[in-house]
């Protein structure tokens, strides 16, 4: 292998490890291709035989782009809650290779708008083993709407604002470069205010603490514009401590 990234280098050598046979499979070489410019971090992929002591072999190019990493995604959302209610946000993501130690990614998500959101994790392998910790911080404001029959033209019978503050970690195992599993807790101070509404209504004030186990399959060509593949993803969440219930004043139930 011709270039690439010495923080991806264990990385690639998974990727070209079944091309390591005689004769060299044709389908294996463009399956190993595909996965590599799968990543969306290459210019160029080139490929070829390669004429050594005698012997035959195959060589593999790879050309970085040479505007990034850092990488900056963004994206535009823009969602009609009802007839007269509606969200829109910038969103996007920034990507950092080795921002702290070698092998590790680091990734800074962000939302402006309805949405609000500042976030960062540090992926990093462990001792260049498929193992790797993610640890994780993360600000957030959010609004959740209440939509009921005979609230009026647009339906809202409520509406909340949630602001959640926190930290978590992640332990887990690359399976190729197609799949994850992790298991990490997280923890945050978490308020939940009402704007719109029977003052009746209760919020939420206090601490949330809460073990996840998260599963993603992803075999898509790109993450960006794919042409062919797959993504799926499964998480469960259990709560260890949830916020207090602040009762409305008046409720009867206090």
Same mark, same amino acid.
Request: charged letters at 20%; hydrophobic letters at 40%.
């Given at each position: 292998?011709?270039?690439?990234?010495?923080?991806?280098?264990?990385?690639?050598?998974?990727?070209?490890?079944?091309?390591?046979?005689?004769?060299? @499979?044709?389908?294996?070489?463009?399956? #190993?291709?595909?996965?590599?410019?799968?990543?969306?971090?290459?210019?160029?992929?080139?490929?070829?035989?390669?004429?050594?002591?005698?012997?035959?072999?195959?060589?593999?190019?790879?050309?970085?782009?040479?505007?990034?990493?850092?990488?900056?995604?963004?994206?535009?959302?823009?969602?009609?809650?009802?007839?007269?209610?509606?969200?829109?946000?910038?969103?996007?993501?920034?990507?950092? @290779?080795?921002?702290?130690?070698?092998?590790?990614?680091?990734?800074?998500?962000?939302?402006?708008?309805?949405?609000?959101?500042?976030?960062?994790?540090?992926?990093?392998?462990?001792?260049?083993?498929?193992?790797?910790?993610?640890?994780?911080?993360?600000?957030?404001?959010?609004?959740?709407?209440?939509?009921?029959?005979?609230?009026?033209?647009?339906?809202?019978?409520?509406?909340?604002?949630?602001?959640?503050?926190?930290?978590?970690?992640?332990?887990?195992?690359?399976?190729?470069?197609? #799949?994850?599993?992790?298991?990490?807790?997280?923890?945050?101070?978490?308020?939940?205010?009402?704007?719109?509404?029977?003052?009746?209504?209760?919020?939420?004030?206090?601490?949330? #603490?809460?073990?996840?186990?998260?599963?993603?399959?992803?075999?898509?060509?790109?993450?960006?514009?794919?042409?062919?593949?797959?993504?799926?993803?499964?998480?469960?969440?259990?709560?260890? @401590?949830?916020?207090?219930?602040?009762? #409305?004043?008046?409720?009867?139930? @206090?």
């Amino acid at each position: 292998v011709v270039g690439g990234e010495s923080s991806r280098a264990r990385l690639i050598d998974e990727v070209i490890a079944p091309l390591r046979v005689v004769p060299i @499979d044709p389908a294996a070489v463009s399956a #190993a291709l595909d996965r590599l410019a799968g990543s969306d971090r290459y210019e160029t992929i080139r490929f070829g035989l390669l004429e050594r002591n005698g012997e035959t072999g195959l060589q593999i190019e790879l050309v970085p782009k040479s505007w990034g990493p850092p990488f900056l995604e963004l994206g535009f959302e823009l969602n009609n809650l009802s007839t007269t209610t509606f969200a829109a946000d910038v969103a996007g993501r920034a990507t950092f @290779d080795g921002f702290l130690g070698g092998g590790s990614e680091f990734r800074f998500d962000f939302s402006l708008g309805t949405n609000l959101l500042l976030a960062g994790e540090n992926f990093r392998p462990l001792w260049g083993t498929k193992f790797f910790v993610a640890p994780r911080a993360f600000w957030m404001e959010t609004p959740r709407y209440f939509v009921q029959d005979g609230a009026g033209p647009s339906g809202l019978s409520a509406a909340y604002q949630l602001r959640r503050l926190g930290w978590g970690a992640d332990l887990g195992v690359l399976i190729g470069n197609q #799949a994850q599993i992790r298991v990490g807790y997280e923890q945050a101070d978490t308020d939940l205010n009402l704007e719109i509404g029977s003052p009746l209504l209760p919020t939420r004030n206090g601490k949330e #603490a809460m073990v996840r186990l998260d599963v993603q399959i992803d075999t898509q060509t790109s993450p960006m514009v794919p042409t062919r593949g797959v993504f799926l993803r499964g998480r469960v969440d259990h709560y260890l @401590d949830t916020a207090d219930i602040v009762p #409305a004043i008046g409720d009867p139930y @206090d």
